[in-house]
């Protein structure tokens, strides 16, 4: 066996000791897992959303530790479960938009049940690309010093009526622009009065880009009818060429 081959299984060896060196260092526990139910993709400016978000394996090394949570949620209620071994459970409130209570193993606690309800906040700033969103649950779990979020924060699109029509409006525009490469200067129009909270102004901006992608379409669709008209009659002159220079070789032998 090459040094090279023995060089780079020393090296991988290390890492997986250094890995396992730090997982099992004081201190350390790793992140909760979680799973949610509730979140939903978007909702509207005002609106109710309730959503629930599981939590297991919960200790890790460690026998305790204190669970945050925030969201940009309004008139906002928290339920925190906490699910015994035997199926026995017992349950705090919160209200306000975040809370801190700690969850320990001593009392049999396998599983902790967070569910947030609210209304869903005022937009602060319109964007097209990203989409503008708010957070509607962060879970943090901290242990002594060491804080670990519990997974991705959990986001969601926000959106009035207004909004949703000029974004609808920009898509379609969009799409349009793309395939015809007409229109961008438009579209660009549009999606800057989005931003700008100017949706009437927005819609007509897209609806004019479409039309420009459409006038580009249609004329695209017209040169193609000419072109293959001209190719039909160039073909037809070949054809009627290659005719008469035939009918004149044959009047040619038989002269």
Same mark, same amino acid.
């Given at each position: 066996?090459?040094?090279?081959?023995?060089?780079?299984?020393?090296?991988?060896?290390?890492?997986?000791?250094?890995?396992?060196?730090?997982?099992?260092?004081?201190?350390?526990?790793?992140?909760?897992?979680?799973?949610?139910?509730?979140?939903?993709?978007?909702?509207?400016?005002?609106?109710?959303?309730?959503?629930?978000?599981?939590?297991?394996?919960?200790?890790?090394? /460690?026998?305790?530790?204190?669970?945050?949570?925030?969201?940009?949620? $309004? !008139? +906002?209620?928290?339920? #925190?479960?906490? =699910? @015994?071994?035997?199926?026995?459970?017992?349950?705090?409130?919160? /209200?306000?938009?975040?809370?801190?209570?700690?969850?320990?193993?001593? $009392? !049999? +606690?396998?599983?902790? #049940?967070?569910? =947030? @309800?609210?209304?869903?906040?005022?937009?602060?700033?319109?964007?097209?690309?990203?989409?503008?969103?708010?957070?509607?649950?962060?879970?943090?779990? +901290?242990?002594?010093?060491?804080?670990?979020?519990?997974?991705?924060?959990?986001?969601?699109?926000?959106?009035?009526?207004?909004?949703?029509?000029?974004?609808?409006?920009?898509?379609?525009?969009?799409?349009?622009?793309?395939?015809?490469?007409?229109?961008?200067?438009?579209?660009?129009?549009?999606?800057?009065?989005?931003?700008?909270?100017?949706?009437?102004?927005?819609?007509?901006?897209?609806?004019?880009?479409?039309?420009?992608?459409?006038?580009?379409?249609?004329?695209?669709?017209?040169?193609?009818?000419?072109?293959?008209?001209?190719?039909?009659?160039?073909?037809?002159?070949?054809?009627?060429?290659?005719?008469?220079?035939?009918?004149?070789?044959?009047?040619?032998?038989?002269?």
């Amino acid at each position: 066996m090459s040094s090279n081959h023995c060089s780079e299984r020393g090296v991988a060896a290390l890492v997986v000791l250094l890995v396992a060196a730090l997982a099992l260092a004081p201190g350390s526990v790793a992140a909760v897992d979680a799973s949610a139910e509730g979140v939903p993709d978007d909702a509207a400016v005002g609106s109710e959303v309730t959503a629930t978000f599981t939590l297991t394996d919960l200790y890790g090394d /460690g026998t305790s530790f204190t669970l945050q949570g925030e969201t940009g949620l $309004n !008139d +906002v209620a928290w339920t #925190v479960e906490r =699910v @015994r071994l035997d199926g026995s459970s017992s349950r705090e409130n919160f /209200g306000g938009q975040s809370f801190e209570t700690t969850v320990s193993s001593e $009392n !049999d +606690v396998e599983r902790v #049940v967070v569910t =947030v @309800r609210g209304t869903v906040p005022e937009v602060g700033q319109y964007s097209y690309d990203p989409h503008q969103s708010f957070t509607l649950a962060r879970l943090t779990q +901290v242990t002594g010093e060491n804080p670990q979020t519990v997974a991705d924060p959990w986001t969601v699109e926000h959106y009035t009526e207004d909004s949703r029509n000029a974004r609808q409006a920009i898509d379609s525009a969009a799409a349009a622009v793309e395939e015809t490469g007409a229109g961008e200067r438009d579209l660009q129009q549009a999606i800057s009065a989005y931003e700008n909270r100017n949706f009437a102004n927005a819609v007509s901006n897209a609806e004019d880009a479409e039309a420009a992608a459409d006038r580009a379409r249609r004329s695209a669709r017209t040169t193609r009818l000419v072109l293959l008209a001209v190719g039909a009659v160039a073909v037809v002159g070949l054809l009627g060429f290659a005719y008469y220079r035939t009918r004149g070789d044959d009047y040619d032998r038989l002269g």
